[in-house]
């Protein structure tokens, strides 16, 4: 899954894709590098992120679908829409995308009525406050019943095609990221297809600042706050390799799908894993 952000302050590139065209050329490579799924978005989702109104929200990502609808129109790739509100992804299912992705997990009436895939997502509260110390008795358990939860309502309620997502760094720590990740097996064997985003979130500049300082390992004692001045953070063109490489753990623990800005070598990485690669 490639990332299509239409935004102006998401964390990682705001505003980048401000038009039609910048939006459809950089969909363009995405495809071309080997994206099955063009997840767009016009609402951030950043830790702190003001809510879009829906009406705005439609404006950035109903231009783009549409263009995109017939870009993808004699390929195998497809459109996801980043939102957490019905309208929008109503809207977003006209212009041509297949399936909502979720932050809210909320949204799988709509994805019955529509006749769309549904991606649920963990997140705690919502991203203006879930970074306000968030507090797990044991975040592995509560992410997969809750996770598993929304999947059989969405099940239930006619939804056929549906994904379940940890949702790294929407309300964790660093602790909590990595015992989400270190314990993703758990999850995938509930039985629900299962997408891992990790792609330069925070976590990532903080691990990658401490090894490049000498500081080993991470303590949990350390990791009780993401927000914090104790620790450097890389910057985020410097997180590409960690962001793969967590990319690639999340498959081979078996995750379906991963959320990528960086699409060439997370399609190269997923070819070696499958042994879907030609050696000389």
Do not use: C
């Amino acid at each position: 899954m490639g990332i299509l952000n239409l935004t102006p302050d998401s964390f990682s590139d705001g505003g980048e894709y401000d038009s039609v065209d910048k939006a459809r050329l950089h969909a363009e490579l995405m495809i071309a590098q080997g994206a099955q799924v063009i997840d767009v978005g016009g609402e951030s989702t950043r830790p702190g992120a003001q809510p879009v109104d829906p009406a705005e929200e439609q404006r950035r990502v109903v231009p783009v679908i549409e263009v995109l609808a017939d870009l993808i129109a004699d390929s195998s790739a497809r459109i996801s829409i980043d939102t957490r509100n019905a309208q929008t992804a109503e809207a977003a299912v006209r212009a041509g995308a297949t399936l909502i992705n979720d932050v809210s997990a909320s949204l799988w009436p709509t994805a019955a009525d529509l006749g769309v895939g549904w991606i649920a997502m963990h997140m705690r509260a919502d991203p203006q406050t879930m970074q306000n110390s968030p507090v797990y008795s044991d975040v592995v358990g509560e992410v997969r019943e809750f996770l598993v939860q929304r999947a059989e309502l969405a099940v239930g309620a006619g939804v056929e095609e549906v994904w379940v997502d940890p949702g790294i760094g929407f309300g964790k720590t660093t602790a909590h990221n990595l015992d989400l990740l270190a314990h993703l097996d758990q999850l995938v064997a509930e039985g629900f297809p299962v997408l891992v985003g990790s792609s330069r979130k925070r976590f990532l500049g903080e691990l990658i600042a401490r090894s490049d300082d000498g500081l080993g390992p991470f303590s949990r004692a350390e990791s009780s706050s993401d927000f914090t001045d104790a620790t450097r953070l890389v910057p985020l063109d410097d997180r590409a390799d960690g962001s793969l490489a967590t990319a690639m753990w999340a498959m081979i623990q078996g995750a379906k799908m991963v959320r990528v800005h960086e699409v060439e070598p997370a399609v190269q990485g997923a070819k070696i894993i499958s042994g879907n690669i030609l050696i000389p």
